[in-house]
Each structure stands twice: as structure tokens, then as C-alpha cells.
């Protein structure tokens, strides 16, 4: 099972991105999804989450500007990300968590903001 990312790149401050991230291989009961990034030198922190239920959770940071979606059919999740700020500037990382407790994290995509 792999995890795949994409979406990231290069915008100015105030500008929007759209993360992706696809379960490639079988992943059975898919519990919860979501986004966590990582800046150099940091610990890897929540970004938002979304479980199988639809029950949404996200850092105080990203509130009103980031929404977190899911197609569960296709083993997907999205991250719409508006009014980006440079101190969201990190690697961002999809995980997926089973309902056994399995933990999938995708490879990572770099959203860089310019001010």
C-alpha cells in the first residue's frame, strides 16, 4: 500500500493550493484521514483530519482557511488551502489510519509560500 501526494508547489501569500493524496493497494476499514506537515527542525504537527464518520478536526491555525475532504470510494483526501500564509510553508504529509490501528503516511509535498 503506498500513499501518494500531490498538489504542492510555489505561491504567493494569499494565494490557494489544492493537496491530493491516493491510496494505491488494497487499504481495508480506513478509520480516519488527514494532513499533517513538518518544518525543518519541528516536530510533525496536525494539519485537520476526517473520519470515516465525518467528523472533522483541525489546528486553530488553518481554521476558516483550510478544508479537509474525502472520497472515500477512491481512497482519497484532499486539502483546499486558501489565504496561505509563509508560515504555512512546510512538507505536508497524508496519513491514513485503519480502524486496526495502522498508521499510512504518504511521501510528502512541499507547499512553499512567498510573502
Known amino acids: 500500500v503506498q500513499l501518494q501526494a500531490s498538489g504542492g508547489g510555489l505561491v504567493q501569500a494569499g494565494g490557494s493550493l489544492r493537496l491530493s493524496c491516493a491510496a494505491s493497494g488494497s487499504i481495508f476499514s480506513i478509520y480516519r484521514m488527514g494532513w499533517y506537515r513538518q518544518v525543518p527542525g519541528k516536530q510533525r504537527e496536525l494539519v485537520a483530519t476526517?473520519?470515516?464518520?465525518?467528523?472533522?478536526n483541525s489546528a486553530d491555525s488553518v481554521k476558516g482557511r483550510f478544508t479537509i475532504s474525502r472520497d472515500s470510494a477512491k481512497n482519497t483526501v484532499y486539502l483546499q488551502m486558501n489565504n496561505l500564509k509563509p508560515e504555512d510553508t512546510a512538507v505536508y504529509y497524508c496519513n491514513f489510519l485503519s480502524r486496526y490501528g495502522v498508521n499510512y503516511w504518504g511521501q510528502g509535498t512541499l507547499v512553499t509560500v512567498s510573502s
Open positions: 476526517i473520519t470515516s464518520g465525518g467528523n472533522l
